[in-house]
């Protein structure tokens, strides 16, 4: 089968240098179109990029390719991995943060384990910190209280809902269907993804993958399959300026207007 992947980029050329060598160097038993596409960044990353595939820095192996796309616009997270939307002949795209490192094939094993699951669209993996820590990430619909509470971790009394959020006290170490599939490390049924439009550009950052995830449920099963893993250095400390959170809310505004209020 063909596996495909995009890494979108904005002033981080270091860990995407790292992420993207992390896929090629693990991603051995298919063919692989790797996509890095960089978001307008005023820091030359996008000419880093480039320039790292040219001299041979960033090394595609056997059977595998990369493509330096630099946007002339940051359009934000959605806008970025649709622009290899028209591109892609894959039969499984990974979309993918440039702070995730691979440890093992962890896209082949997730292409073929979606493979003899017909009814799987989309599917992501175990995630850690570095250190090897798991980490705790959002897997049912979005709702009003979790959300303000992972804004406002005061606010005890709110607790109890983004605990179920992130489905806690339950078994997360066997496979299981999700709500919501994290945008950090996706991976897509190629033809759903190209059918249902890929990500809705209106969202510039935040819950776009929440919103993707309900597009994709429309069309199958969405997936943890914790028995694969991969690293997330999930820079979590930059979240809680008032930018990010003025985007936040106004995506969720989006958000419940597409999908239904949850309180």
Request: charged residues 20%; positive net charge; glycine residues 6%.
């Amino acid at each position: 089968m063909n596996l495909s992947a995009c890494i979108v980029t904005y002033n981080d050329q270091t860990e995407a240098l790292k992420a993207a060598a992390s896929v090629l160097a693990h991603t051995r038993r298919h063919p692989l179109a790797l996509y890095l596409v960089d978001n307008a960044s005023p820091d030359g990353t996008g000419r880093a990029l480039e320039q790292a595939v040219a001299s041979g820095a960033l090394r595609p192996g056997p059977e595998q390719s990369v493509q330096v796309i630099c946007r002339r616009r940051n359009g934000g997270f959605g806008a970025g991995h649709n622009t290899v939307l028209d591109s892609l002949a894959s039969d499984y795209h990974f979309i993918l943060n440039p702070d995730i490192l691979l440890t093992a094939d962890t896209l082949s094993d997730l292409a073929e384990w979606m493979e003899a699951r017909p009814q799987v669209v989309m599917a992501r993996p175990g995630l850690c910190f570095p250190d090897g820590r798991p980490q705790v990430l959002p897997l049912r619909r979005c709702s009003l209280r979790a959300m303000v509470y992972r804004q406002l971790s005061f606010l005890t009394f709110l607790k109890k809902y983004n605990d179920a959020y992130v489905m806690a006290g339950e078994d997360l170490t066997q496979p299981r269907q999700i709500e919501f599939c994290t945008g950090s490390f996706a991976a897509v049924r190629t033809a759903d993804f190209v059918a249902a439009g890929g990500f809705d550009e209106k969202y510039f950052m935040y819950v776009e993958d929440a919103d993707l995830t309900q597009k994709m449920l429309r069309r199958g099963q969405v997936w943890l399959a914790p028995q694969f893993t991969a690293v997330h250095v999930w820079h979590r400390a930059a979240h809680r300026s008032l930018g990010p959170m003025f985007w936040q809310a106004r995506s969720l505004c989006r958000y419940f207007a597409k999908w239904g209020f949850r309180l």
